[in-house]
């Protein structure tokens, strides 16, 4: 038996406890809380609701995540021009690798989408795989 095609979650879940890496903390006692929402088949993929009392640290992304924040005033400072201030409704992508340097202003909520990368070596096979899969479906049209 398959899988539902619709995963349905909400934000009105309990969030636990989240704790910042001691390490990444430059100022304050920032407090962070999430909760899984949902997550792919294959475990690469997922959302999470987050929140975080107001403090200084930086975050080492490990895999890429994109936030839409839902409460909240925060500013962002990746090292590559000014830092920028980032309220309700706004959306970041950080990529897998990048190190940002977070201000937390004001308690801030936010969903954040992440995905694993697949290893940079994997992507020529799997860009071959995707030729193969297209050009098999163009000759089996022409014999149907």
Not at 11 to 16: D, G, H, I
Not at 48 to 71: A, M, Q, R, S, V
Request: glycine content about 10%; proline content about 9%.
């Amino acid at each position: 038996m398959g899988r539902p095609a619709i995963l349905q979650s909400h934000v009105a879940v309990e969030l636990k406890p989240a704790p910042i890496n001691p390490n990444w903390i430059l100022e304050g006692s920032p407090h962070a809380r999430n909760s899984e929402l949902t997550r792919s088949s294959d475990g690469r993929a997922m959302t999470l609701l987050w929140d975080c009392t107001p403090g200084k640290f930086i975050w080492h992304y490990h895999e890429d995540e994109t936030i839409y924040i839902l409460n909240g005033r925060l500013v962002l400072d990746d090292g590559f021009g000014p830092p920028k201030q980032f309220g309700p409704g706004d959306v970041v992508l950080f990529p897998a690798g990048a190190a940002v340097k977070w201000h937390v202003e004001e308690h801030v909520r936010k969903l954040a989408f992440l995905h694993r990368p697949l290893p940079k070596s994997v992507g020529p096979a799997m860009n071959a795989i995707g030729r193969t899969m297209r050009l098999a479906r163009r000759l089996i049209g022409r014999f149907t």
